[in-house]
């Protein structure tokens, strides 16, 4: 029958495979009856997948063979079984150091999975995220082009009046503002959107309807914000006051409490509140003025494909934004899928959602392959000395019959049982240890989602391959044996194997790495920690206030303290609060962040003067001068900066002085390019006060009750300027702690595997060593005996090793830390001295066991 | 033999290899009890109420010939014994014993 159509091979081995013998004729036959009716009926492909479907419906109890009587293999493997409970037994210590040091390595692997897994699913649950986009532009700022999340106000208007394809727009503008209910008044951040936004973007919520913003006076909260402001209690209908600043407050009636959302996204909210309320709060904002910007323009097509559309003419708008605001021309305009936004977010400024940690897979996936392979290394090691010991079972087996493939089985199914041991641990491990552990350490939320058959995959790919790159060459290489020698006595395997010997290499090596990353981390956490800010922090409190008349009722009081050394008056401060502005030079134009200050601010911070003058108190002409600092001076390639002019917002300004560079940030932020100038007294929002050393505590209570005094309905605004840092060197300090722990594990796991492997090969010489004793040996020579060809593996390991560490290390330092310590040797070298330590305590372990044995004992043995 | 009592499956398992008498077998069964219930049914089903009702004594088989739209394999027949034919009746008349107790006020849905 040539032209007949092919059953599909796989599902008839398969079926072939469970279906019992004396039933395969009548029931394939059924299937095949089916089969090539569906053929006729609908076709060669689906009639296929349907016997497929069919093969697996049909493995059911009644069909499968009787497995016990009828073959052979399980009566095997249930013998198998056995002989891993024994030989796992009778070595406790060796089984124990595979099993657990597997089971840490797939702990520790879990860790990157959760992290990828969570980072890949962000912002994944919205409804229409293929649909949504947001609007993006590129625009030239001093030679560099720069990519930017957020849009001209007008654009959403503009965009869904213009397209069909345009389903919905959604203008989204967040602003600080102090929200009240009762005595629960905090700082918070709203979310002013257009009523669309529910519609787009599908946030759960827990009570109340999305169409609820249609209402300007409706206000929908987060679950934490309902809970903060109402307790557990349903809080729709009640009202909260929004105080947008001192002359406008509008009370908004509670409309909806978002569910709490999925663990994995960048964008949400806190507040949302109706668009139209912008005008409520800043009456002077035109709502289309092409200058104005929102932080993110969103719209929503009908289909993907409609974007390039609409992006190919997006010229129109372009030329229209770039006539209205020359000083800023934009150089076209694009769109970003909500889809993969949080990946391309890094690449993007002011936008709303934030980047991946690309940089956080790779070192955490390659940390989690080391410590998988040094795991998996001991397990080929031990598993190829051990064999040794096992010899006498392999000929046995092999004279009663086993074949090749027979004894290949039995090792690889050991292999598989104790992987899967080792799996089980490890899950537990690392979901019940490991994960909250890292959670804790980086106040992340990673969770392993267990019903996710992703996961599932995972786990069964980790534990294939370890299991086949554990088990695969042991077991070949036991197979291998010659029976007849083994019995007759003169084989002798496993004591020297070549693989061995470069696998304890590889896993030296990978051990170094590991100890010189937790080094080589923990001393620029010390560098980070004594790296001085550009500045002194040290005995500065700061106040932020809203309006003149509280500045100087609280300058007014503070005098009055006699801890308070000093005060100085600022627009911006350090830390806090800085603005953007561009200087306009003649050639070019260039974007700095601008302070204004009051003369006596940059001794009080403590800003060191390299060059020129500072402000003069009480000095009207320098109200057009500026300082600047150094970084300023090296960006514009000035030669002599002092006498310099430029231009913001249409004033001339002359720098009169520099000074040196500071952080304005911690020091994962870049340094920025800064003007000062001299503020207006009625433009004071901050105080900076320098008080008595070992005051501040009692200055900053002071603060606060003065403020109550003040404006008992705002939140104090103020702290301590040595906390501007905010939790960086927490996380740095968590940083080294994490790494410290994987260098831990992995000089355990190298030392461990080393153990066993010395443990095994010394008790093979028992005989000899005993001899060696007899005849006059000395401790040392039976320890030179013992350590003779582990010395120069570990030279050969390190001579690798260190130059690999330093290399990764230094990649490590610098893509991780914008200013990291310089590198130096010191780090390798300490983590050649721990490992060498450890190495060596390892073995005097096993040379003080020999030593200290009666030779008697050893000769008698046998 | 004690266990008499037969599944809603099963039962139409066994009344369909009395309705196809002499070409009751898996497929044929199995688009019988498609056509006529209008559910979908899948062989496996259909194998495992047959090997069970076999098991029970109910059903007899033997085998029949090769054909070629089964690839040259043979095909098991089925056919109601003695036993399964009392278990129909038995179900038959507890059924229409049952529907003549319910009284007609309890299909009666107009009143209240």
Redesign the interface.
Known sequence: ?GGRPR?PRLPQYFFRWYCRRELY??????????F??RVEEKGLRRAQWMYWL?VI??C?P??WKDLESQNSEIIMLKNYLKTTYRSMRKRPLTSAINILGLSFAIAICLVPYAFVDQDLSIDQFHENKDNIFLATYHADRDGDVRYYGNSPTPLAEALAADYAQVVEACRVQDRQVVMKNGDRVFHEEVRYVDPSFLKMMTFPLKWGQPSALQDVNSIILSEDMAVKYFGETNPIGSNVTVIFDSNNTKTFAVAGVANELPKAHAISFDFLINFENYKISDPAYDLNDWTGLVDATLVQVKSPEDISVISESMEKYRILQNSVVEERPIAEFSFEQLTTLHERSRYINNDISFGSREEGWVILSVLGLFILILACFNYVNIAIVSASTRLKEIATRKVMGANRRGVITQFLAENMILTLMALVIGVLLGSQVVLPWFNELFSENLELRLLDPQLWLFFISMALFTGLVAGLYPALYIARFDVIGIFRGSVKFGRKNKLTKVLLCVQLVLACITIANAVYITQNNAFQLSRPWGYDPTNVLYVGVNDQPAYDQMRFAVAQNPNVLQVAGSSQHLGTDSKTVMLHLPDRQYEVSEIAVEANYFELLGIQLTEGRLFQENYESDDQKVVVNQLLVNRLEIEDPIGRTFKVDDIRYEVVGVVSDFHFDDFDSNMVPTVFKVAEPEDYRYLALKVREGTTHETHDFLQAQWLAIAPELPFRGGFQEDVFDGYYEYMASGSKFMRAVGFIGILLAGLGLYGLVTLNVSGRVKEFSIRKVLGARVSSVAAQISKQYAWLCVVSLIIGLPLSYYWCSLLLETFFVYHMPMNLSGAFIAMFILVSVLVGVLAIQVRKVAKSNPVNGLRAE | MGRSHIGEFEELVLLTVGVLYDDAYAVAITKAISEQSGRSVNVSAVHKSLYRLEEKGMLASRLGDPESKRGGKRKRLFAITPFGKQAIDQMMELRTHLRSQIPAMAFNWKTN
């Open positions: 029958m059953i004729e009548e029931l394939h036959g059924d299937l095949e009856e089916f090539y009716e069919d419906k049909c059911q009644y069909a």
